[in-house]
């Protein structure tokens, strides 16, 4: 595949990395056995030698790093692209720690925003819709509240709505891992009207909905809400947002990022923002309600990727100027 094809793909159209399953149970057995730090240096020089093959995984982040640089007003740093995929690998290295219920709620810093407003909510019975992104640990609430590690006193669920294309063998260690977390997990693919029903009874009974807002349906690529972000158009997926209105639930933006970069024993950063923009208005005015809490969501992701650049993990074309 040429270096211009590779810019041009989707997400969804991005091959897995990996190999086989072996490699991701490879990086579990090493996560579970070695001490944390050896575990990050193990991870710095496997990805140092993936990231000198991997020519359109380092296009796709330098086409990021050189946009967020733009904005910033600095020069693109120097190795960006190696420190992203380096983050991203320690990401998933997250997850695992996560998924074995490693992390602990006390790891978790709280950023005086709409935290308590939720936490209130659920322990009322009342269960929200959220929208998070792949800025951090988007799993982070999740892997939490599977082992009890909550803020409120009423205990609750989390429901993710999650399109899992390219991504099959890792989930597959995931379900291994933990398959109680994974039975919970909505596909995005095969979301309809009963499932809509579904979600919005969860909710009644004080449970969470969960979708990420950062990336377009493998499904549905036309439904976009077009919106500036780090200085140039790009295409939101108008679906996760819909789905809100539908829901007529409190929408909540959230966000866990880890403290420092490149430390997995790093505490993590709990953003959780109440949406201003409400869905209690006529049928006509919905579609400029939808583009407001559309960019609502993006100013705050906006802000989060310049403050941490390396934890933002969409490595494909995401722009409408790609080049």
Known sequence: ??????????WYEVKEVGGSLWHFRFMLWITCHLPLRVVELCT???????????????????AYLKRLSAVQGKRMPFMGTYKHVLSFALSMIEKLLGWRGAIKLNQVETQGDDLDKLVEQIDRGEGAFLICSHLGN????????GYGEIHSHKEFKVFPVVDFSGTSKF???LFELNPDL??????????????????????????????AGDRTSANSTDRN?????????ANFPEGAFTLSSILGAPIYFTFAIRKHDFDIRSPYEMHVVKAKT???CSRKERPERLRML????????????????????????FWKNSK
């Open 171 to 173: 989930n597959a260690l």
């Open 278 to 280: 409400t869905f209690d």
């Open 44 to 62: 710095a020089v496997v990805c140092f030698f993936f990231w000198m093959g991997a020519r359109p995984v380092r296009e796709r982040s330098a």
């Open 182 to 211: 994974m039975n919970s997990v909505l596909d995005a693919n095969k979301i309809g009207v009963d499932s809509a029903v579904w979600m919005k009874e969860q909710i009644a009974k004080g449970n969470l909905v969960v979708i």
């Open 1 to 10: 595949m040429s270096s211009e094809n590779a810019q041009l793909q989707q």
């Open 294 to 317: 559309v960019q609502e969501y993006t100013q705050i992701l906006q802000k989060l990727c310049l403050r941490h650049p390396y934890q933002w993990y969409n490595f494909y074309n």
């Open 225 to 233: 809400v077009e919106m500036d972000f780090l200085g140039e158009r």
């Open 138 to 145: 988007m799993e982070m609430l999740r892997s939490l509240t």
